[in-house]
């Protein structure tokens, strides 16, 4: 029987097209693309149509893009960067969601180091940010807020352009991440942002390729240092074969439309599949058409995953992995879950190749799987 992947947020299949896109620049095409030759030109040529096609896709100007090697490192940037570049020493404090992704939350001990006071954005049960609280903040000290536009584990979308108009009047800096809605029916104007975080292996494109989006004028200093590519913001000689399929996923997406509704139908025939067993996460929050989050009430997610996994089908808890087990989702946990709960989560998500009968059949492997688990604790 053929595997079920739903594992969208963790990473997607890649698109043949990207696939073949690579393979030229992982063969016979292998310029640098700083060099002056006709190969470093064909090379710089590959990377420039990249970058045209994500400011096409995020409505940014060729030159407000910045290459890096993941979200992860795009993310870094803009907050590192960010906290590095500011010349008012007044504005000394900055705002995270408390469900953001590690590679923003993990970057706040070097923020403290840097001087910065950093305060975590409440969240509620279902991860939605406390826009209020939001919104009682004194801002003359606020350097920058990071909110993303959706939480790749339970799938919430953020009240992002209530947040951008806060933060906006108030002269803060607004970091999205954006690495699980890119590329989508927004721009960087749209709801506004400063700084944008997306990444390749997302959408259908290779692992390994990021891109940071900086608003021209906005202060960013370089967190990698060396031949000051990528306009002085992120040295490092350019992985191009990436790059190239990173454009040419995008390019697949942006010319089939939107994946949304395609996702919605499986997901929700999934969803409408799975036994009472399973408590849904988000029930009235906004969430994203591919995701769907749920908890096993007294089941631990690695045994189910296992299990789970042995009967085809992939999915995850979307906590982090640690010498080899499972942590305590910390989406969950800031959400107000136990931490006995917080190992209960699991995320399954959807996206390109998944049919609606493939998302049938995975929720009945799904149900069983739970039904033998279950039927020996009795
Ligand atoms: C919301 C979010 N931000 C950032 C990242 C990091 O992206 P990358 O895997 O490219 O480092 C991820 C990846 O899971 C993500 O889901």
Redesign the pocket.
């Given at each position: 029987m053929k595997r079920i992947y739903l594992d969208h947020?963790?990473?997607t299949p890649l698109l043949p097209q990207a696939a073949e896109a690579m393979a030229a620049w992982s063969g016979h095409e292998f310029g640098n693309p700083s060099s002056l030759h006709a190969e470093g030109r064909a090379a710089k040529h590959a990377v420039d149509e990249t970058r045209e096609a994500f400011s096409e896709a995020l409505g940014c100007l060729f030159g407000e893009i910045v290459f890096t090697?993941?979200?992860?490192?795009?993310?870094n940037l803009a907050l590192i960067g960010a906290a590095l570049g500011n010349e008012n020493p007044a504005r000394n404090r900055i705002l995270l969601g408390a469900s953001?992704?590690?590679?923003?939350l993990h970057t706040k001990p070097l923020l403290e180091r840097l001087g910065y006071r950093v305060d975590l954005i409440p969240v509620n049960h279902e991860a939605l940010i406390d826009l209020n609280w939001l919104q009682d903040q004194a801002h003359d000290d606020l350097l920058m807020v990071s909110v993303?536009?959706?939480?790749?584990?339970f799938g919430t979308v953020q009240p992002v352009a209530e947040v951008s108009a806060w933060a906006r009047d108030r002269g803060v800096l607004i970091h999205r991440?954006?690495?699980?809605t890119f590329p989508g029916a927004w721009t960087v104007d749209e709801p506004y942002a400063d700084l944008v975080?997306v990444?390749?292996?997302?959408f259908n494109g290779p692992?390994?390729?990021?891109a940071a989006y900086v608003r021209a004028g906005t202060k960013v200093a370089p967190i990698a240092l060396g031949g000051g590519q990528e306009r002085e913001m992120r040295a490092g000689t350019e992985n191009v074969a990436g790059l190239v399929g990173a454009a040419a996923a995008l390019r697949c997406h942006r010319e089939n439309g939107s994946t949304t509704e395609q996702k919605r139908i499986a997901r929700d025939a999934f969803a409408s599949t799975l036994s009472a067993a399973f408590q849904p996460t988000v029930r009235s929050a906004p969430r994203l058409s591919g995701h769907h989050h749920v908890r096993l009430p007294g089941v631990d997610a690695e045994i189910f995953l296992i299990r789970l996994d042995k009967a085809g089908v992939s999915a995850s808890s979307g906590a982090a992995c640690s010498s080899g087990s499972l942590e305590p989702s910390h989406v969950m946990m800031a959400a107000g879950f136990s931490e006995t709960e917080a190992r209960e989560g699991l995320r399954f998500t959807f996206g390109f190749g998944v049919s609606e009968s493939d998302a049938f059949r995975a929720a009945k492997i799904v149900n069983e799987t739970a039904e033998a688990i279950l039927l020996h604790r009795r």
């Open positions: 947020a963790a990473t090697s993941s979200g992860t490192e795009a993310a953001e992704h590690h590679c923003v993303m536009q959706a939480n790749n584990e991440d954006s690495v699980q975080t990444s390749a292996h997302k692992k390994g390729v990021g």
